[in-house]
């Protein structure tokens, strides 16, 4: 597995520096265009889901990337924050925000994606998953930890999300995002949002277009193939939606990815082959408690 110097989590000082060392590797990596990441038609993509702050599934999906072999490996990474298992009525996940951009630093073929969580915590929006209101939790970790220097520390986590890739698209058609926008809402999306940096106000609910990206359950079919022809798509590979199996397929063009319960999985795709079907991504999948 790739070597990695893990920063202390608890140094605010050093946990700050990361961060913002992995916003400008973010900003300015090649592959980044407009607001999304683009792909060669050479090397591998490691497809996850959902990770909600499961380390011992972040831990199989790094030796199921296999990023040590090469800078032509690549990793999806989104919703990474806010899990299930709180500590002492907190929520401890800014950790796996600062293990990413340590990631972000080492590889360059990590991608961490916007998810709905994440823009929630940056917009300081209500979001709930089962045991609390997250953005609260959240930030009484961050309090708790480091004291007068949390405020500091979470500038720089929101400087983190902010600069994460909108969606990744390789040069074989694969397409990954969090999610897409809802057939409900799907009229008031530009698609030209990919083609240009992300301001602050497409962060904002109800109408930003980061926003909308990252909430859609339901899709028409019309709408997907309007944005397969628009983006040059041609599989759509999302998370967001509840999948117990890990992996589905919906319709010929889409596949969900779950990776943060205990059905979880994820994919490999290799870039210089045509993209495969929905079902054989389903087909190909690995379970990361086999890992």
């Not at 597995?1 to 990596?29: P, Y």
């Not at 004291?147 to 694969?174: C, P, T």
């Not at 919906?250 to 943060?260: A, P, Q, W, Y």
Request: with cysteine; glycine share 6%; proline share 5%.
């Amino acid at each position: 597995m790739l070597e990695i110097q893990w920063t202390d989590t608890r140094d605010a000082e050093a946990v700050q520096h990361s961060l913002r060392e992995a916003t400008q590797v973010l900003h300015d990596r090649p592959c980044r265009q407009g607001s999304i990441d683009v792909l060669p038609a050479q090397g591998r993509l490691l497809v996850s889901g959902d990770l909600h702050d499961n380390p011992f599934h972040f831990e199989a999906l790094l030796r199921m990337a296999q990023l040590e072999e090469g800078s032509d490996r690549h990793l999806i990474l989104h919703e990474l924050i806010h899990g299930e298992h709180l500590m002492n009525g907190m929520d401890f996940s800014y950790r796996m925000l600062l293990k990413t951009a340590d990631l972000v630093c080492a590889h360059p073929g990590v991608h961490p994606m916007l998810a709905n969580h994440e823009i929630a915590q940056l917009m300081k929006t209500r979001v709930t998953k089962g045991h609390g209101e997250c953005v609260s939790l959240f930030r009484d970790a961050l309090e708790f930890t480091f004291g007068d220097q949390w405020e500091a520390v979470e500038l720089a986590l929101d400087e983190f999300i902010a600069a994460m890739a909108l969606g990744v698209r390789a040069a074989n058609g694969v397409w990954c995002s969090h999610s897409l926008p809802g057939r409900a809402v799907m009229r008031s999306f530009d698609p030209e949002i990919i083609h240009r940096r992300l301001v602050p106000s497409d962060f904002e609910k109800p109408v930003g277009g980061a926003y909308l990206m990252t909430w859609g359950r339901v899709f028409e079919e019309a709408d997907i193939d309007r944005l397969a022809e628009e983006w040059s798509v041609r599989l759509f590979c999302l998370g967001h939606r509840k999948v117990p199996t890990g992996v589905e397929s919906d319709g010929n063009r889409l596949v969900l990815v779950n990776s943060d319960h205990e059905g979880a999985r994820a994919f490999s795709l290799e870039l210089d082959q045509p993209p495969p079907s929905p079902e054989s991504c389903v087909m190909r999948s690995r379970p990361l408690n086999s890992v």
